[in-house]
C-alpha cells in the first residue's frame, strides 16, 4: 500500500514538474518567434494578449513605444486602435434596442434626424441594421470625419454618398456608417458618446481607455508610425490623438458625436481589450453580469452574408489561423495595426496590436499581425 502511495506521489511529481517546465516554455518559444519576426520585418512595436479557457494567460509587449526617445513599448500603453472600435459602439446599441429605446429595423431617418436615403432607391428605407452591418449602400467619397457629408442641408453633393445597388442588397464597408450608428446612440440616450461608452461598457468590465482623448493619461499613449516605403522610415503620425479640443468646446449633442470617431477613436491597451473581448467570447456575459444578452452577441457574431462574413461590428473569418474559423475585427489607421479574434466553441482568443509596422499583408490580413497571432497560437493554444 505504501509502495504504491509512494508511486502515485512521485507520478503527480513528475506530471506537476513537467507541467511546469512546459508552461515557463511557452513564454519563451513564443517571444523567441515574435522577436525573430520583429527582426525580419520593420516593426516599431508590438502588443499581445492571450486568452484560454476565458481566462487572460499571457500578456506582453515587444519594441518601442516612441522611437524617438526609445521608450520601451509596455502592457499598459494604450492605442487608438481604429476599427475595432466599432464593436464598442454596436455593443452599446444593442444595450439600447434590448431596453426598448430603439430598434435595429428602425428608420435611420428618424433616428439621426435628417433624411439618409438612397436617391436610386428612395422607397427603401434605411435601418439602423444595415448601417451596421455596412449594407446601407452608404459609402464614404463625401468624407466621414462629419455628418455634414450626408446631410441634405448642408452638402451640395450628398447623393454621392450612395452606391448604385438597394439598401440591403449589397455590402461596402464604410465608416460614415459606424459614425452615425454613435450619432444615434448619443441622441437616444441622451448621453455623451463617450460617456455613454465608459459608463455602460468600459466601467463594468473594469477597464482603463475611452474616446476622449483629454479624458486620459497621455503618458500612456503608444505613438503611432506610418511607414514610410520610399524611404523605408517610419513617420509618427500626431493626428492620431489629436484631442480635438476645440471641436468639443462647442460640441452639440446629437450631432458632433464623429469627433469622436465611434468608427474607430477607441484608445485602450491590449489587456483592456482582452478583457473586453472575454466578454463578448461569453456571449455578453463578465463576472459581474451581463453588459448585452446572449441574443444580441449573437445577433453580432452572426453574419448577414456568408460572402462578406460580417455581422454586425463582428467578422467572421478562416483566413487567420489555418484551419480555425475566428470572430471578431481588424482595425488600420494613422500607421496602426490591430486585431481582435476569438474562437467561440474552443474558448480561446488573441489580442495584437501594433503602433508601427510594415503594411504588406497576406490572405486579407497585415502580414506582421498575422504572423504575431500565429506565433501565439502555435505556442499557447494549439
Same mark, same amino acid.
Given at each position: 500500500?505504501?509502495?504504491?502511495?509512494?508511486?502515485?506521489?512521485?507520478?503527480?511529481?513528475?506530471?506537476?514538474?513537467?507541467?511546469?517546465?512546459?508552461?515557463?516554455?511557452?513564454?519563451?518559444?513564443?517571444?523567441?518567434?515574435?522577436?525573430?519576426?520583429?527582426?525580419?520585418?520593420?516593426?516599431?512595436?508590438?502588443?499581445?494578449?492571450?486568452?484560454?479557457?476565458? %481566462?487572460?494567460?499571457?500578456?506582453?509587449?515587444?519594441?518601442?513605444?516612441?522611437?524617438?526617445?526609445?521608450?520601451?513599448?509596455?502592457?499598459?500603453?494604450?492605442?487608438?486602435?481604429?476599427?475595432?472600435?466599432?464593436?464598442?459602439?454596436?455593443?452599446?446599441?444593442?444595450?439600447?434596442?434590448?431596453?426598448?429605446?430603439?430598434?435595429?429595423?428602425?428608420?435611420?431617418?428618424?433616428?439621426?434626424?435628417?433624411?439618409?436615403?438612397?436617391?436610386?432607391?428612395?422607397?427603401?428605407?434605411?435601418?439602423?441594421?444595415?448601417?451596421?452591418?455596412?449594407?446601407?449602400?452608404?459609402?464614404?467619397?463625401?468624407?466621414?470625419?462629419?455628418?455634414?457629408?450626408?446631410?441634405?442641408?448642408?452638402?451640395?453633393?450628398?447623393?454621392?454618398?450612395? /452606391?448604385?445597388?438597394?439598401?440591403?442588397?449589397?455590402?461596402?464597408?464604410?465608416?460614415?456608417?459606424?459614425?452615425?450608428?454613435?450619432?444615434?446612440?448619443? %441622441?437616444?440616450? =441622451?448621453?455623451?458618446?463617450?460617456?455613454?461608452?465608459?459608463?455602460?461598457?468600459?466601467?463594468?468590465?473594469?477597464?482603463?481607455?475611452?474616446?476622449c482623448v483629454d479624458s486620459l493619461d497621455k503618458n500612456?499613449?503608444?505613438?503611432?508610425?506610418?511607414?514610410?516605403?520610399?524611404?523605408? %522610415?517610419?513617420?509618427?503620425?500626431?493626428?492620431?490623438?489629436?484631442?480635438?479640443?476645440?471641436?468639443?468646446? /462647442?460640441?452639440?449633442?446629437?450631432?458632433?458625436?464623429?469627433?469622436?470617431?465611434?468608427?474607430? =477613436?477607441?484608445?485602450?491597451?491590449?489587456?483592456?481589450?482582452?478583457?473586453?473581448?472575454?466578454?463578448?467570447?461569453?456571449?455578453?456575459?463578465?463576472?459581474?453580469?451581463?453588459?448585452?444578452?446572449?441574443?444580441?452577441?449573437?445577433?453580432?457574431?452572426?453574419?448577414?452574408?456568408?460572402?462578406?462574413?460580417?455581422?454586425?461590428?463582428?467578422?467572421?473569418?478562416?483566413?487567420?489561423?489555418?484551419?480555425?474559423?475566428?470572430?471578431?475585427?481588424?482595425?488600420?489607421?494613422?500607421?496602426?495595426?490591430?486585431?481582435?479574434?476569438?474562437?467561440?466553441?474552443?474558448?480561446?482568443?488573441?489580442?495584437?496590436?501594433?503602433?508601427?509596422?510594415?503594411?504588406?499583408?497576406?490572405?486579407?490580413? /497585415?502580414?506582421?499581425?498575422? %504572423?504575431?497571432?500565429?506565433?501565439?497560437?502555435?505556442?499557447?493554444?494549439?
Amino acid at each position: 500500500m505504501k509502495t504504491c502511495y509512494r508511486l502515485f506521489l512521485y507520478t503527480a511529481c513528475v506530471v506537476a514538474l513537467t507541467i511546469s517546465r512546459e508552461s515557463k516554455a511557452q513564454p519563451a518559444k513564443a517571444e523567441a518567434c515574435i522577436t525573430e519576426m520583429m527582426q525580419q520585418s520593420k516593426v516599431v512595436g508590438i502588443s499581445v494578449a492571450v486568452v484560454k479557457n476565458n %481566462k487572460i494567460v499571457y500578456t506582453h509587449s515587444f519594441g518601442l513605444k516612441n522611437l524617438e526617445n526609445n521608450t520601451p513599448l509596455t502592457d499598459d500603453c494604450l492605442f487608438r486602435i481604429a476599427s475595432v472600435s466599432k464593436s464598442f459602439t454596436a455593443t452599446s446599441i444593442m444595450q439600447l434596442a434590448e431596453a426598448k429605446k430603439l430598434s435595429l429595423e428602425d428608420d435611420v431617418s428618424n433616428l439621426v434626424g435628417f433624411k439618409i436615403r438612397n436617391p436610386k432607391f428612395p422607397e427603401t428605407i434605411i435601418t439602423l441594421r444595415m448601417v451596421l452591418s455596412h449594407r446601407s449602400s452608404i459609402n464614404d467619397s463625401q468624407g466621414y470625419f462629419s455628418l455634414d457629408a450626408i446631410n441634405p442641408g448642408k452638402n451640395p453633393d450628398w447623393a454621392k454618398c450612395y /452606391n448604385d445597388y438597394e439598401p440591403g442588397k449589397g455590402y461596402q464597408y464604410c465608416n460614415l456608417n459606424f459614425n452615425m450608428a454613435g450619432t444615434i446612440l448619443e %441622441k437616444v440616450s =441622451g448621453e455623451r458618446f463617450d460617456q455613454y461608452v465608459k459608463h455602460h461598457v468600459l466601467d463594468p468590465l473594469g477597464i482603463y481607455g475611452g474616446y476622449c482623448v483629454d479624458s486620459l493619461d497621455k503618458n500612456r499613449f503608444a505613438t503611432i508610425y506610418e511607414y514610410n516605403g520610399d524611404s523605408a %522610415k517610419f513617420i509618427a503620425s500626431p493626428g492620431a490623438y489629436n484631442p480635438r479640443s476645440d471641436e468639443i468646446a /462647442n460640441y452639440t449633442m446629437g450631432y458632433s458625436t464623429p469627433v469622436f470617431s465611434p468608427t474607430g =477613436g477607441m484608445k485602450i491597451s491590449a489587456t483592456g481589450l482582452a478583457k473586453y473581448m472575454m466578454m463578448h467570447m461569453r456571449k455578453g456575459k463578465y463576472r459581474g453580469g451581463r453588459i448585452i444578452s446572449k441574443q444580441s452577441a449573437e445577433d453580432m457574431r452572426t453574419p448577414l452574408s456568408d460572402k462578406e462574413g460580417y455581422g454586425l461590428a463582428i467578422s467572421t473569418t478562416d483566413k487567420l489561423i489555418a484551419g480555425k474559423t475566428l470572430k471578431g475585427h481588424t482595425g488600420v489607421a494613422y500607421g496602426l495595426f490591430s486585431a481582435m479574434y476569438f474562437h467561440p466553441e474552443e474558448k480561446f482568443g488573441i489580442v495584437v496590436i501594433s503602433n508601427g509596422c510594415h503594411p504588406g499583408y497576406t490572405d486579407g490580413f /497585415n502580414t506582421v499581425i498575422r %504572423k504575431t497571432v500565429n506565433c501565439l497560437y502555435e505556442h499557447f493554444l494549439k
